[in-house]
């Protein structure tokens, strides 16, 4: 079992960037395929990146290729989401997750962080 947190959520300007990070327990974190989701009011909870244990393949939505990037650092057991060219429509609860399979473009993850809140002002 693994636990997540996440940090790195705020308030900024259209246009501008954040770093979402997600650190994680236990001692086998590579071999878990990492994610982040968000959850904007009154809509469904949407994936919006993932990436394999090793890092060496990547999955992004639509709505944030381009401008998103997700990475992990498993020395320090962490996942990053850098975001950059932020809209007012990025404006969710950024969730971190993970699980044991290996499919990095499915949304069914096992373990969830508690969330980080994103707020994009116009």
């Known amino acids: 079992q693994v636990q997540v947190v996440e940090s790195g959520g705020g308030l900024v300007q259209a246009g501008g960037s954040l770093r979402l990070s997600c650190v994680a327990s236990g001692r086998t974190f590579s071999s878990y395929t990492m994610g982040w989701f968000r959850q904007a009011p009154g809509k469904e909870r949407e994936l919006v990146a993932g990436i394999d244990g090793i890092g060496g393949r990547t999955y992004y939505a639509d709505s944030v290729k381009g401008r998103f990037a997700i990475s992990r650092d498993n020395a320090k057991k962490s996942v990053y989401l850098e975001m950059n060219s932020l809209k007012p429509e990025d404006t969710a609860v950024y969730y971190c997750?993970?699980?044991?399979?290996?499919?990095?473009?499915?949304?069914?993850?096992?373990?969830w962080g508690q969330g980080t809140q994103v707020t994009v002002s116009s």
């Open positions: 997750a993970a699980k044991g399979r290996i499919s990095i473009n499915t949304p069914d993850y096992d373990y």
